[in-house]
Protein backbone atom coordinates (compact mmCIF):
# COMPACT_ATOMS: atom_id res chain seq x y z
CA UNK A 1 0.00 0.00 0.00
CA UNK A 2 2.71 2.54 0.58
CA UNK A 3 4.82 1.36 -2.27
CA UNK A 4 1.45 2.55 -4.55
CA UNK A 5 1.49 5.62 -2.42
CA UNK A 6 5.07 6.45 -2.88
CA UNK A 7 4.57 5.67 -6.90
CA UNK A 8 1.79 7.59 -7.04
CA UNK A 9 3.28 10.68 -5.63
CA UNK A 10 6.63 10.30 -7.73
CA UNK A 11 4.24 10.15 -10.86
CA UNK A 12 2.23 13.28 -9.87
CA UNK A 13 6.12 14.94 -9.60
CA UNK A 14 6.97 13.69 -12.84
CA UNK A 15 3.85 14.91 -14.49
CA UNK A 16 4.05 18.21 -13.33
CA UNK A 17 7.50 18.93 -13.68
CA UNK A 18 6.95 17.54 -17.59
CA UNK A 19 3.66 20.17 -17.49
CA UNK A 20 6.06 23.21 -15.99
CA UNK A 21 8.92 22.46 -18.49
CA UNK A 22 5.88 22.26 -21.87
CA UNK A 23 4.72 25.65 -20.27
CA UNK A 24 8.02 27.18 -19.51
CA UNK A 25 9.14 26.39 -23.83
CA UNK A 26 5.74 27.68 -24.36
CA UNK A 27 5.68 31.07 -22.30
CA UNK A 28 9.56 31.63 -23.53
CA UNK A 29 8.60 31.24 -27.44
CA UNK A 30 6.22 33.63 -26.72
CA UNK A 31 8.16 36.04 -24.98
CA UNK A 32 10.91 36.25 -27.58
CA UNK A 33 7.93 36.27 -30.46
CA UNK A 34 7.28 39.14 -28.60
CA UNK A 35 10.63 40.46 -28.33
CA UNK A 36 11.36 40.68 -32.12
CA UNK A 37 7.74 41.91 -33.11
CA UNK A 38 8.30 45.19 -31.17
CA UNK A 39 11.95 45.50 -31.28
CA UNK A 40 12.62 48.15 -34.09
CA UNK A 41 16.17 48.02 -35.98
CA UNK A 42 18.54 50.36 -35.48
CA UNK A 43 18.02 53.92 -37.47
CA UNK A 44 20.64 53.82 -40.72
CA UNK A 45 22.92 56.92 -41.28
CA UNK A 46 21.93 58.58 -44.38
CA UNK A 47 22.68 61.82 -46.46
CA UNK A 48 20.15 64.02 -47.83
CA UNK A 49 19.30 66.67 -49.86
CA UNK A 50 16.27 69.06 -50.29
CA UNK A 51 14.68 69.01 -53.79
CA UNK A 52 14.84 72.68 -55.32
CA UNK A 53 14.02 73.89 -58.51
CA UNK A 54 16.95 75.35 -60.42
CA UNK A 55 17.88 76.81 -63.62
CA UNK A 56 19.06 73.93 -66.42
CA UNK A 57 21.69 74.37 -68.74
CA UNK A 58 20.53 72.02 -71.40
CA UNK A 59 22.92 70.66 -74.51
CA UNK A 60 23.99 68.01 -76.81
CA UNK A 61 27.08 66.25 -76.53
CA UNK A 62 29.11 64.26 -78.39
CA UNK A 63 32.23 63.13 -79.19
CA UNK A 64 34.39 64.41 -82.27
CA UNK A 65 37.68 64.00 -84.05
CA UNK A 66 39.72 67.15 -84.91
CA UNK A 67 40.43 67.79 -88.73
CA UNK A 68 42.47 70.29 -90.39
CA UNK A 69 40.79 72.42 -92.83
CA UNK A 70 43.04 71.71 -95.33
CA UNK A 71 44.76 68.18 -95.20
CA UNK A 72 46.50 66.27 -97.96
CA UNK A 73 48.93 62.94 -98.60
CA UNK A 74 51.02 65.10 -100.66
CA UNK A 75 52.39 62.27 -103.52
CA UNK A 76 54.40 62.90 -106.22
CA UNK A 77 53.30 62.67 -110.20
CA UNK A 78 56.14 61.19 -112.08
CA UNK A 79 58.81 58.17 -111.40
CA UNK A 80 62.53 58.39 -111.15
CA UNK A 81 64.88 58.75 -108.50
CA UNK A 82 64.48 61.34 -105.42
CA UNK A 83 67.67 63.83 -105.92
CA UNK A 84 66.50 66.36 -102.56
CA UNK A 85 64.19 66.53 -100.28
CA UNK A 86 63.87 70.12 -99.64
CA UNK A 87 61.78 69.17 -95.44
CA UNK A 88 62.04 68.09 -92.63
CA UNK A 89 59.27 66.67 -90.54
CA UNK A 90 57.26 69.43 -88.85
CA UNK A 91 58.38 72.14 -90.92
CA UNK A 92 55.86 75.20 -91.74
CA UNK A 93 55.70 75.19 -95.03
CA UNK A 94 54.51 78.43 -97.65
CA UNK A 95 52.03 77.65 -100.57
CA UNK A 96 54.43 76.57 -103.42
CA UNK A 97 57.19 76.36 -101.67
CA UNK A 98 59.21 72.80 -103.35
CA UNK A 99 59.26 69.83 -101.09
CA UNK A 100 60.76 67.36 -103.60
CA UNK A 101 62.95 67.36 -106.11
CA UNK A 102 63.06 64.04 -108.79
CA UNK A 103 66.26 63.28 -111.00
CA UNK A 104 65.44 65.65 -114.26
CA UNK A 105 68.80 65.53 -116.21
CA UNK A 106 66.99 63.51 -119.09
CA UNK A 107 64.20 66.01 -119.02
CA UNK A 108 66.44 69.18 -119.24
CA UNK A 109 68.66 67.10 -122.10
CA UNK A 110 65.18 67.01 -124.11
CA UNK A 111 64.74 70.66 -123.37
CA UNK A 112 67.65 71.92 -124.77
CA UNK A 113 66.65 70.19 -128.03
CA UNK A 114 62.93 71.10 -127.76
CA UNK A 115 63.84 74.74 -127.28
CA UNK A 116 66.35 74.26 -130.28
CA UNK A 117 63.74 73.33 -132.36
CA UNK A 118 61.51 76.18 -131.54
CA UNK A 119 64.36 78.42 -132.65
CA UNK A 120 65.38 77.00 -135.77
CA UNK A 121 61.44 76.70 -136.48
CA UNK A 122 61.24 80.23 -135.92
CA UNK A 123 63.75 81.56 -138.60
CA UNK A 124 62.33 79.26 -141.16
CA UNK A 125 59.28 80.74 -140.69
CA UNK A 126 60.57 83.72 -140.89
CA UNK A 127 62.17 83.15 -143.94
CA UNK A 128 59.42 81.22 -145.47
CA UNK A 129 57.79 84.96 -145.02
CA UNK A 130 60.02 87.04 -146.83
CA UNK A 131 60.27 84.35 -149.43
CA UNK A 132 56.56 84.09 -150.03
CA UNK A 133 56.73 88.30 -149.79
CA UNK A 134 59.18 88.21 -152.85
CA UNK A 135 56.71 85.64 -154.71
CA UNK A 136 59.11 82.81 -153.98
CA UNK A 137 57.61 80.88 -151.72
CA UNK A 138 53.91 78.93 -151.92
CA UNK A 139 51.51 79.23 -149.43
CA UNK A 140 51.94 75.20 -148.41
CA UNK A 141 55.66 75.92 -148.23
CA UNK A 142 54.74 78.71 -145.53
CA UNK A 143 52.29 76.95 -144.14
CA UNK A 144 54.30 74.01 -143.55
CA UNK A 145 56.51 75.65 -141.62
CA UNK A 146 54.45 77.02 -139.56
CA UNK A 147 53.02 74.05 -138.38
CA UNK A 148 56.58 72.68 -137.74
CA UNK A 149 57.42 75.93 -135.68
CA UNK A 150 53.58 74.67 -133.54
CA UNK A 151 55.02 71.22 -132.98
CA UNK A 152 58.10 72.35 -131.92
CA UNK A 153 56.71 74.71 -129.53
CA UNK A 154 54.27 72.09 -128.23
CA UNK A 155 57.08 69.98 -127.49
CA UNK A 156 58.60 72.18 -125.57
CA UNK A 157 55.54 72.93 -123.30
CA UNK A 158 55.54 69.16 -122.69
CA UNK A 159 58.87 69.05 -121.42
CA UNK A 160 58.26 72.17 -119.72
CA UNK A 161 55.67 70.66 -117.91
CA UNK A 162 57.55 66.96 -117.61
CA UNK A 163 60.52 68.79 -115.45
CA UNK A 164 58.06 70.60 -113.58
CA UNK A 165 56.60 67.12 -112.77
CA UNK A 166 60.18 66.10 -111.40
CA UNK A 167 58.95 69.02 -108.42
CA UNK A 168 56.46 68.72 -105.72
CA UNK A 169 55.56 71.63 -104.64
CA UNK A 170 53.72 72.66 -101.84
CA UNK A 171 49.35 73.56 -102.48
CA UNK A 172 48.73 74.93 -99.73
CA UNK A 173 50.54 76.66 -96.57
CA UNK A 174 50.62 74.32 -93.47
CA UNK A 175 53.32 71.56 -91.09
CA UNK A 176 54.32 69.29 -93.27
CA UNK A 177 54.64 65.47 -91.73
CA UNK A 178 57.47 62.99 -91.59
CA UNK A 179 59.02 62.24 -94.78
CA UNK A 180 58.03 58.62 -96.04
CA UNK A 181 60.87 58.73 -99.28
CA UNK A 182 64.72 58.75 -98.84
CA UNK A 183 67.20 60.70 -101.01
CA UNK A 184 68.28 57.53 -104.09
CA UNK A 185 64.58 55.81 -103.91
CA UNK A 186 63.26 54.89 -106.97
CA UNK A 187 59.75 55.75 -106.59
CA UNK A 188 56.87 55.41 -108.96
CA UNK A 189 53.72 58.11 -109.55
CA UNK A 190 51.54 58.34 -106.82
CA UNK A 191 54.06 57.75 -103.75
CA UNK A 192 53.00 59.16 -100.66
CA UNK A 193 55.78 62.15 -99.79
CA UNK A 194 54.44 63.40 -96.47
CA UNK A 195 51.22 64.63 -95.53
CA UNK A 196 50.11 68.27 -95.00
CA UNK A 197 47.95 69.90 -92.72
CA UNK A 198 46.92 73.11 -91.93
CA UNK A 199 46.70 73.40 -88.03
CA UNK A 200 46.09 77.28 -88.12
CA UNK A 201 42.44 76.22 -89.28
CA UNK A 202 40.97 73.11 -87.70
CA UNK A 203 37.16 71.42 -87.85
CA UNK A 204 35.87 69.21 -85.50
CA UNK A 205 33.43 66.06 -87.16
CA UNK A 206 31.02 64.37 -84.77
CA UNK A 207 27.45 62.84 -84.60
CA UNK A 208 24.37 63.56 -82.69
CA UNK A 209 21.28 61.30 -82.85
CA UNK A 210 18.99 62.35 -85.77
CA UNK A 211 16.43 63.70 -83.55
CA UNK A 212 18.42 66.64 -82.21
CA UNK A 213 18.76 67.84 -86.24
CA UNK A 214 16.12 70.16 -85.69
CA UNK A 215 17.60 72.00 -82.94
CA UNK A 216 20.81 72.40 -85.26
CA UNK A 217 21.47 75.70 -87.18
CA UNK A 218 24.20 77.01 -89.36
CA UNK A 219 26.44 79.04 -87.83
CA UNK A 220 25.08 77.78 -84.18
CA UNK A 221 27.84 78.05 -81.13
CA UNK A 222 30.30 74.83 -79.95
CA UNK A 223 31.87 74.03 -77.71
CA UNK A 224 34.91 71.66 -77.47
CA UNK A 225 37.71 70.26 -74.96
CA UNK A 226 40.09 67.29 -74.10
CA UNK A 227 38.29 66.59 -71.27
CA UNK A 228 34.35 66.95 -70.20
CA UNK A 229 34.57 69.35 -67.49
CA UNK A 230 37.04 71.68 -69.35
CA UNK A 231 35.73 72.28 -72.79
CA UNK A 232 37.96 75.85 -73.17
CA UNK A 233 37.70 76.07 -77.19
CA UNK A 234 34.33 77.42 -78.96
CA UNK A 235 33.47 77.61 -82.71
CA UNK A 236 30.36 77.80 -84.82
CA UNK A 237 28.95 75.05 -87.28
CA UNK A 238 29.72 75.31 -90.56
CA UNK A 239 28.01 72.17 -91.79
CA UNK A 240 24.86 69.90 -91.45
CA UNK A 241 24.72 66.66 -93.58
CA UNK A 242 21.05 66.05 -94.57
CA UNK A 243 20.73 62.86 -94.92
CA UNK A 244 21.05 60.46 -91.31
CA UNK A 245 22.67 57.30 -91.36
CA UNK A 246 19.82 54.93 -91.61
CA UNK A 247 21.67 51.94 -89.53
CA UNK A 248 23.18 53.99 -86.57
CA UNK A 249 20.46 56.90 -86.67
CA UNK A 250 23.06 59.51 -86.36
CA UNK A 251 23.51 62.94 -88.12
CA UNK A 252 27.54 63.97 -89.33
CA UNK A 253 28.06 67.63 -88.35
CA UNK A 254 31.24 70.01 -88.62
CA UNK A 255 32.17 72.85 -86.84
CA UNK A 256 34.94 75.17 -87.39
CA UNK A 257 37.01 76.45 -84.48
CA UNK A 258 37.38 80.18 -83.67
CA UNK A 259 39.98 79.57 -81.10
CA UNK A 260 43.53 78.92 -81.48
CA UNK A 261 43.66 75.09 -81.27
CA UNK A 262 47.47 75.29 -80.33
CA UNK A 263 50.04 72.12 -80.59
CA UNK A 264 47.44 69.97 -78.59
CA UNK A 265 44.96 69.42 -81.16
CA UNK A 266 46.15 67.67 -84.15
CA UNK A 267 44.29 65.99 -86.80
CA UNK A 268 42.33 62.99 -85.85
CA UNK A 269 42.70 63.86 -81.88
CA UNK A 270 39.59 62.80 -79.79
CA UNK A 271 37.88 66.05 -78.53
CA UNK A 272 34.24 66.21 -76.47
CA UNK A 273 31.73 68.17 -77.64
CA UNK A 274 28.48 70.25 -76.57
CA UNK A 275 26.47 72.47 -77.99
CA UNK A 276 24.74 74.76 -75.58
CA UNK A 277 21.14 75.14 -75.81
CA UNK A 278 18.49 77.61 -74.77
CA UNK A 279 18.28 77.96 -70.67
CA UNK A 280 15.23 77.03 -68.97
CA UNK A 281 13.79 77.43 -65.74
CA UNK A 282 11.85 76.03 -62.65
CA UNK A 283 13.26 72.72 -63.17
CA UNK A 284 13.50 69.76 -60.74
CA UNK A 285 16.86 68.23 -60.56
CA UNK A 286 18.81 66.02 -58.00
CA UNK A 287 21.64 64.30 -58.39
CA UNK A 288 22.04 60.72 -59.73
CA UNK A 289 23.21 59.01 -56.67
CA UNK A 290 19.67 59.64 -55.26
CA UNK A 291 17.88 57.41 -58.36
CA UNK A 292 17.80 53.73 -57.72
CA UNK A 293 16.65 51.49 -60.98
CA UNK A 294 15.15 48.54 -60.46
CA UNK A 295 13.01 46.02 -62.45
CA UNK A 296 10.19 47.79 -61.05
CA UNK A 297 11.35 51.07 -62.55
CA UNK A 298 13.51 53.94 -61.12
CA UNK A 299 12.43 55.10 -57.45
CA UNK A 300 13.56 57.47 -54.54
CA UNK A 301 13.94 57.19 -50.88
CA UNK A 302 12.12 60.56 -49.25
CA UNK A 303 12.48 61.11 -45.47
CA UNK A 304 8.86 61.89 -43.87
CA UNK A 305 8.66 62.36 -40.07
CA UNK A 306 8.19 58.90 -37.96
CA UNK A 307 4.76 59.41 -36.88
CA UNK A 308 4.05 55.52 -35.59
CA UNK A 309 2.77 54.81 -32.31
CA UNK A 310 5.75 54.48 -30.25
CA UNK A 311 7.93 56.16 -32.69
CA UNK A 312 10.88 58.44 -30.96
CA UNK A 313 10.46 62.19 -31.21
CA UNK A 314 11.85 63.54 -34.48
CA UNK A 315 12.82 59.91 -35.62
CA UNK A 316 12.33 60.09 -39.35
CA UNK A 317 11.67 57.24 -41.75
CA UNK A 318 11.68 56.57 -45.45
CA UNK A 319 9.34 56.23 -48.09
CA UNK A 320 9.67 54.88 -51.47
CA UNK A 321 8.33 57.47 -54.21
CA UNK A 322 8.72 56.08 -57.96
CA UNK A 323 9.56 59.09 -60.41
CA UNK A 324 10.33 59.62 -63.96
CA UNK A 325 13.53 60.65 -64.54
CA UNK A 326 14.64 63.13 -67.84
CA UNK A 327 17.72 64.85 -68.98
CA UNK A 328 20.89 64.41 -67.61
CA UNK A 329 23.48 67.10 -67.28
CA UNK A 330 26.79 66.52 -65.39
CA UNK A 331 26.15 65.02 -61.80
CA UNK A 332 22.36 65.59 -61.81
CA UNK A 333 19.80 63.98 -63.26
CA UNK A 334 16.09 65.71 -64.39
CA UNK A 335 13.06 64.52 -62.17
CA UNK A 336 9.72 65.18 -64.26
CA UNK A 337 7.07 63.36 -62.07
CA UNK A 338 7.34 62.06 -58.76
CA UNK A 339 8.80 64.72 -56.63
CA UNK A 340 8.07 68.42 -55.37
CA UNK A 341 10.29 71.04 -54.54
CA UNK A 342 11.13 71.21 -51.00
CA UNK A 343 10.82 67.15 -50.72
CA UNK A 344 13.84 65.20 -48.68
CA UNK A 345 15.66 62.76 -50.29
CA UNK A 346 18.38 60.32 -49.81
CA UNK A 347 21.32 61.03 -51.82
CA UNK A 348 23.73 58.30 -50.43
CA UNK A 349 23.55 54.69 -48.22
CA UNK A 350 20.27 53.11 -50.06
CA UNK A 351 22.06 49.78 -50.51
CA UNK A 352 20.96 49.16 -46.39
CA UNK A 353 17.74 50.73 -46.71
CA UNK A 354 14.31 49.25 -46.69
CA UNK A 355 10.95 50.94 -47.19
CA UNK A 356 9.88 52.33 -43.52
CA UNK A 357 13.03 51.83 -42.48
CA UNK A 358 13.95 54.57 -39.76
CA UNK A 359 17.68 56.53 -40.70
CA UNK A 360 19.47 59.04 -39.09
CA UNK A 361 20.88 62.02 -41.26
CA UNK A 362 24.29 62.89 -41.59
CA UNK A 363 25.45 65.58 -43.88
CA UNK A 364 28.86 66.70 -42.49
CA UNK A 365 30.10 64.80 -45.53
CA UNK A 366 28.90 65.61 -48.84
CA UNK A 367 29.44 61.87 -50.32
CA UNK A 368 29.25 63.45 -53.88
CA UNK A 369 31.77 66.21 -53.98
CA UNK A 370 34.09 63.53 -52.04
CA UNK A 371 33.13 60.71 -54.78
CA UNK A 372 34.17 63.43 -57.77
CA UNK A 373 37.77 64.57 -55.81
CA UNK A 374 39.09 60.96 -56.27
Not at 156 to 179: M, N, Q
Given at each position: ??????????????????????????????????????????????????????????????????????????????????????????????????????????????????????????????????????????????????????????????????????????????????????????????????????????TVDFS??????????????????????????????????????????????????????????????????????????????????????????????????????????????????????????????????????????????????????????????????ASENK
Open positions: MKRRIMASLFLLVTAAVCAGLIWFNFFRQEMIGQFFANMQPPAQVVSTTTVETRTWNPGITAIGTARAAKGAELAVQSVGLVKEILFNANDKVEKGAVLVRLDDAVERADLLDAETAVKINETALERSKQLMSRGINTQAALDQVSGDLDAARSKLARTKASIELKSLEAPFSGTIGIPQIEVGQYVSSGTVVATLQDLENMVPEQFMERLELGQSVRFGLNESDLDLSGTIVGIDPRGDPQTRLVNVRAKMVDSAGEEIIPGRFLHVRIDLPVENDIVAVPQTAVVTSLYGDYIYKVIPDEREGAAKGGKIIRQVFVTPGRREGRDIEITDGLLAGDVIVTSGQNKLQPGASVKVDNSVDIIQ
